[in-house]
Structures are given as structure tokens and as C-alpha cells.
Nanobody, 119 residues
């Protein structure tokens, strides 16, 4: 399966950041698969943001839950992240990734997209 992130590279503070992950080589409704957003701020480690399951249910990081929404478009085989009320601290490389839950934490990753929050 291949994943490709897309979205704006620059967002102003207080705006909502929309990112799309387009999936090829597999369906986002495939049983046992979880579709995830992860980010890495400059100079820091990876931060798991949230996920949408093959069933369509979602789960979010408690620290980001109030600002994060993950949805999907099954017709386009995409899943979408929306992060609201962004600040410069949300500047990061954003990755989409997937795993088969039967195989532990063996993720397949997109190449990542840089997002900068600045006025």
C-alpha cells in the first residue's frame, strides 16, 4: 500500500489545517487496518495524533482531541485530518501511515509533508 500526504505548506495562526492522505494499492475499508496521522515538530520526536479504523470509528490523542478531527472519503480512498486553532507550535512534518492491527506496530508510511504555521 502507498500513501501520499497533501495540503497547504503554510497556515496562519488560528486557522484550521486540512491535510489529505491518498491511499493506493489497498482500500481504507480493508478489515483490520488502521489509518493514522503522526507528526514530528522540528528537533522533537514523533507524536501520534489520531487514527481512523476500517470501521470508520476514530480515536485521538488526549492532548489534541479538542482540536483534531479525522474523517474519510471512501469513494476517493482518502482520509483527512483537520487540526483547528493552529499555533506556531503545530509546525511539523505531518505523516500519514497505516498498519494491519494483526501485525503489531509495523507501519507503512507516506513521505511526509512540511507544514509551517506563521503569520
Amino acid at each position: 500500500v502507498q500513501l501520499q500526504e497533501s495540503g497547504p505548506g503554510l497556515v496562519k495562526p488560528s486557522q484550521t489545517l486540512p491535510l489529505t492522505c491518498t491511499v493506493s494499492g489497498g482500500s481504507i475499508t480493508t478489515r483490520y487496518y488502521t489509518w493514522t496521522w503522526i507528526r514530528q515538530p522540528p528537533g522533537k520526536g514523533l507524536e501520534w495524533m489520531g487514527a481512523i479504523f476500517d470501521s470508520g470509528s476514530t480515536y485521538y490523542s488526549p492532548s489534541l482531541k479538542s482540536r483534531t478531527s479525522i474523517s474519510r472519503d471512501t469513494a476517493k480512498n482518502q482520509f483527512i485530518l483537520q487540526l483547528s486553532s493552529v499555533t506556531p507550535e503545530d509546525t511539523a512534518v505531518y505523516y500519514c501511515a497505516t498498519r494491519d492491527r494483526r501485525e503489531g506496530n509495523n507501519y507503512s508510511w507516506g513521505q511526509g509533508t512540511q507544514v509551517t504555521v506563521s503569520s
